[in-house]
C-alpha cells in the first residue's frame, strides 16, 4: 500500500463503464475507482447521484449537495465540466479535469497529474 498522495478515488462520468462520455452536471452515474499509483486501479463502485444540471441551469443548493457526493474523491473526471461546478470542487478539495475518451487514458492521465503534483509536496 502507498502512501497518502498516491492511494486516491477518482470519479468518472460515464453511461458505459468504458469511457468517459457524461457532461459532470447531467451524469447520473460515477463510476468510483480507486487508483494506488504504484499498484493500479480497481474499480470500487457505481455511485448514483441526481443529475445537477436541469434546462441548462443549477440551483447553488443542488451544486453543493452534487459536491458532496464526491467528498471521499480527490479526482472527477467528466467530458464536460462547467466553470460553477469546477469551482465548487474545488472548493472542497476535488480537482476535476475534462478527459473525454476511454477511462483507462483518463485514469493514466489523472496518475501522470498526481504524480507531477506529488513533487511539489
Not at 441551469?57 to 465540466?81: G, N, P, T, W
Not at 462547467?82 to 472548493?91: E, F, I, P, T, Y
Request: aromatic share 10%; charged share 20%.
Amino acid at each position: 500500500m502507498g502512501d497518502k498522495l498516491s492511494v486516491y478515488r477518482v470519479a468518472v462520468a460515464s453511461t458505459d463503464g468504458l469511457s468517459v462520455n457524461q457532461h459532470y452536471g447531467r451524469a447520473e452515474i460515477f463510476h468510483i475507482y480507486y487508483v494506488d499509483d504504484n499498484e493500479g486501479y480497481d474499480l470500487l463502485e457505481k455511485r448514483q447521484v441526481i443529475p445537477v444540471c436541469m434546462d441548462g441551469s443549477h440551483s447553488q443548493k443542488a451544486m453543493q449537495e452534487s459536491v458532496k457526493a464526491f467528498a471521499d474523491c480527490r479526482y472527477l473526471i467528466a467530458s464536460r465540466i462547467g466553470s460553477a461546478a469546477q469551482q465548487a470542487l474545488s472548493a472542497e478539495g476535488i480537482t476535476s479535469m475534462e478527459l473525454p475518451g476511454p477511462i483507462d487514458d483518463a485514469i493514466l492521465r489523472v496518475w501522470k497529474y498526481n504524480q507531477i503534483q506529488g513533487l511539489f509536496n
